[in-house]
């Protein structure tokens, strides 16, 4: 089942601060991580090796009046719709790449920085993590399925 498509990607290039950079596409790698990404690799965050933000976490932000640029939420994948209406162990396939949800995503304090009541008011719809289970590319545009434990080889 088609649940949406992605809106951006990005990745925290190795060797930078963390700050993330807009791409057309990046490639996955699994039990790894985002290829190029400094928060990729690490073998005891692997279930959390990839971010997912669904635009309803910007939309609720911008209603309540707080401004915040995209990618503020530390995503590696910007969705069309809330990921958080998906369990824990459901499996996307987007792309070329298969993800399967580990947990959501914890709150920063640095979300603060954009408005002291941001963290309380996104708490449920901040993002989710995955890990890798099928290497692939995903581009811009490219839809995502969720799949069913059939369509799993």
């Known amino acids: 089942m088609i649940l949406g498509k992605t809106l951006n990607l990005y990745i925290a290039p190795t060797g930078t601060s963390g700050i993330r950079e807009s791409r057309d596409s990046i490639e996955l790698k699994e039990n790894f991580g985002v290829i190029d990404d400094k928060f990729a690799g690490n073998p005891k965050k692997i279930h959390r090796s990839v971010m997912i933000v669904g635009t309803k976490a910007y939309t609720m932000a911008k209603e309540a009046g707080i401004e915040m640029p995209e990618v503020a939420l530390g995503e ?44 309380k008011l996104i708490v449920k719809h901040r993002g989710i993590y995955c890990r890798v289970l099928k290497s692939g590319i995903i581009n811009k545009g490219d839809s995502a399925t969720l799949l069913k434990q059939k369509d799993i080889a």
């Open 76 to 119: 590696n994948i910007l969705l069309d719709f809330d990921p958080h209406t998906l369990d824990i162990g459901a499996k996307l396939a987007i792309g070329e790449a298969i993800l399967e949800i580990t947990t959501a995503c914890t709150l920063c304090s640095h979300l603060k920085q954009y408005h002291k009541d941001l963290p």
